[in-house]
T-cell receptor, first 113, second 117 residues
Framework: AQSVTQPDIHITVSEGASLELRCNYS??????LFWYVQSPGQGLQLLLK??????LVQGIKGFEAEFKRSQSSFNLRKPSVHWSDAAEYFC???????????FGQGTRLTINP | GAVVSQHPSRVICKSGTSVKIECRSL??????MFWYRQFPKQSLMLMAT?????????EQGVEKDKFLINHASLTLSTLTVTSAHPEDSSFYIC?????????????FGPGTRLTVL
């Protein structure tokens, strides 16, 4: 079955430190992958997406993600986090047959000053 | 571009009443709209997919008579929670895309917080 796993429910990092949020997917075909961010009480904002081509994808707010087919992963990274990055982050894979997104459980990011 | 709005942003209603939530794509035509439900500190669960002019497709376990979805135009979809009960209290989020047979980005609305007393 198609699924997305975000192993880390909650991550805390210091402001200015680097960040990596993990995402693993299970999908038989070519995956179309997304990272979204959700601030408290808000909808989701697209950070970046991977459809094909260069496996290192640049997104908004200084985020990037790398698609690794061999590891079925699409980890999100940022070299230096800001306090405003505190939010919930969701990884998702698009299921072509069902034409819908399947989300991971989400990772809550807390930033220490 | 690609803005999706929802109205209302929050609503409180009495048990047994019905509540309508609107989802609009403001600057693009959405061939497909999606309705999600999100419980506190949990992920988004897809409730249904609606295509303009046709009946919505509901996910397994979602009561179609409870959650009525209408996609009347390419820019508007509505979700009506009928005879709402406290267990229907949740955060409802819609999204829209210009699906045309291939992968596309879903653009999400800001969500509607429903509280049923």
């Amino acid at each position: 079955a198609q699924s997305v796993t975000q192993p880390d429910i909650h991550i805390t990092v210091s402001e200015g430190a680097s960040l990596e949020l993990r995402c693993n997917y299970s999908y038989g075909a070519t995956p179309y992958l997304f990272w979204y961010v959700q601030s408290p009480g808000q909808g989701l904002q697209l950070l970046l997406k991977y459809f094909s081509g260069d496996t290192l994808v640049q997104g908004i707010k200084g985020f990037e993600a790398e698609f690794k087919r061999s590891q079925s992963s699409f980890n999100l990274r940022k070299p230096s986090v800001h306090w405003s990055d505190a939010a919930e982050y969701f990884c998702a894979v698009f299921i072509q047959g069902a034409q819908k997104l399947v989300f991971g459980q989400g990772t809550r990011l807390t930033i220490n000053p | 571009g690609a803005v999706v709005s929802q109205h209302p942003s929050r609503v409180i209603c009495k048990s047994g009443t019905s509540v309508k939530i609107e989802c609009r794509s403001l600057d693009f035509q959405a061939t497909t709209m999606f309705w999600y439900r999100q419980f506190p500190k949990q992920s988004l669960m897809l409730m249904a997919t609606s295509n303009e002019g046709s009946k919505a497709t509901y996910e397994q376990g979602v009561e179609k008579d409870k959650f009525l979805i209408n996609h009347a135009s390419l820019t508007l979809s509505t979700l009506t929670v009928t005879s709402a009960h406290p267990e229907d209290s949740s955060f409802y989020i819609c999204s829209a895309n210009t699906w045309a047979g291939g992968p596309d980005t879903q653009y999400f609305g800001p969500g509607t917080r429903l509280t049923v007393l």
